[in-house]
């Protein structure tokens, strides 16, 4: 198992507890920032190096409801590093990912989206919400961006034959750090969501 993000020692921490809790686990940290293009780039570089399958390719790393900021490619924040680092990193891993699959075991890819995105509206005309910034808005547009790209990345893999098969999947309300720019309120409301329906 290769585990990726962009702090070193909250990897490295988790590779310590996977190793812990499994004892026979063979897992390690590498470096990617997906909010830097080059960093992706990199990630996938030193991933290649190994000449190591990838069976399952887990798109997890998000932000939400971020104060209005710019990836280093000049990207908002939500879009940037929800989206764009998420389809990119996909689709230079997907050479490795279709040679990996076989007839009885599909590649896997699989990525976290959220509920949010029944209400996301993809602006084209301001893909990088300039005209108006709404956090709310821009983080329900990027994972109905993650879901269009799903379902479209699945119909070219089944057109061409590939054994790899692409999901999107909701976590559901999950107490994570992504809720750290969340307005108490609103993390109150959720929490009792959650107690009262999906226990």
Known sequence: VVTAGN???????????????????????????????????????????????????????????????????????????????HFLLTNLLLDTLKQSGTHSHNARIITVSSATHYVGKLHLNDLQSRCSYSPHGAYAQSKLALVLFTYRLQHLLTANGSHVTANVVDPGVVNTELYKHVFWVVKLAKWMTAWLFFK
């Open 7 to 85: 702090s070193e020692r909250d990897g490295q921490e988790a590779v310590r507890k996977i190793q812990e809790e499994t004892l026979t686990g063979k897992v390690e940290f590498l470096y990617c920032d997906l909010a830097s293009m080059k960093s992706i780039r990199q990630f996938v570089q030193r991933f290649k190096a190994k000449n190591c399958p990838l069976h399952v390719l887990v798109n997890n790393a998000g932000v939400m409801l971020v104060p209005e900021k710019k990836t280093e490619d000049g990207f908002e924040e939500h879009f940037g590093l929800n989206y764009l680092g």
